[in-house]
T-cell receptor, first 112, second 115 residues
Framework: NAGVTQTPKFRVLKTGQSMTLLCAQDMNHEYMYWYRQDPGMGLRLIHY???????AKGEVPDGYNVSRLKKQNFLLGLESAAPSQTSVYFC???????????FGSGTRLTVV | AQKVTQAQTEISVVEKEDVTLDCVYETRDTTYYLFWYKQPPSGELVFLIRRNSFDEQNEISGRYSWNFQKSTSSFNFTITASQVVDSAVYFC????????????FGKGTKLTVNP
């Protein structure tokens, strides 16, 4: 039982490049989330999904796009990376009522 | 809107000392859930506890204990007889009933336990 798997674990991008972070869960959870963690800021919600085919903006959505074409996958895209997007990104999933709230191991992204 | 405040940015203690991490939350909802997570230097988020707003009983798990007080909107976490392995960043988080099920996190408290 893998839980929540994030790929890649590390990435270095040049300013202006694009990339996609993949999140996969095998717990049949309806809800999936992308958070970013910056020093002294805690985790802040970027985008989330309440089911297959749905997405919604979180607290800090600018510069990111997401898609949930399959229930088990939640993709986070950066169309034109900026140094301000240097961060650690965490994906999470949960069932109803927040049960089983599970985080991935994180992706450390550096934009130079 | 929901908010979680962890006023202590960093705490440093000597091994075997007791330490309490404070968490104050704000919400207008009557049904909500509170969480604590541990983030060790390796970076992963480790779930510690989930508490719902109707259960104010204190929780004890080994050296860890949690004090939930709705009257002061606080959910404090105490580590008894701290150990070096307790060194980590600890996050308190809040989730309200229904809707997106998203977590609102505090900014975290970095605990350093010195030998």
């Amino acid at each position: 039982n893998a839980g929540v798997t994030q790929t890649p674990k590390f990435r270095v991008l040049k300013t202006g490049q694009s990339m996609t972070l993949l999140c996969a869960q095998d717990m049949n959870h309806e809800y999936m989330y992308w958070y970013r963690q910056d020093p002294g800021m805690g985790l802040r919600l970027i985008h989330y999904s309440v089911g297959e085919g749905t997405t919604a903006k979180g607290e800090v959505p600018d510069g990111y796009n997401v898609s949930r074409l399959k229930k088990q996958n939640f993709l986070l895209g950066l169309e034109s990376a900026a140094p301000s997007q240097t961060s650690v990104y965490f994906c999470a999933s949960s069932g109803e009522g927040g049960y089983g709230y599970t985080f991935g191991s994180g992706t450390r992204l550096t934009v130079v | 809107a929901q908010k979680v405040t962890q006023a202590q940015t960093e705490i440093s203690v000597v091994e075997k000392e007791d330490v309490t991490l404070d968490c104050v939350y704000e919400t207008r909802d009557t049904t909500y859930y509170l969480f604590w997570y541990k983030q060790p230097p390796s970076g992963e988020l480790v779930f510690l506890i989930r508490r719902n707003s109707f259960d104010e009983q204190n929780e004890i798990s080994g050296r860890y204990s949690w004090n939930f007080q709705k009257s002061t909107s606080s959910f404090n976490f105490t580590i008894t007889a701290s150990q070096v392995v307790d060194s980590a960043v600890y996050f308190c988080a809040l989730k309200v009933q229904g809707g997106s099920e998203k977590l609102v996190f505090g900014k975290g408290t970095k605990l350093t336990v010195n030998p």
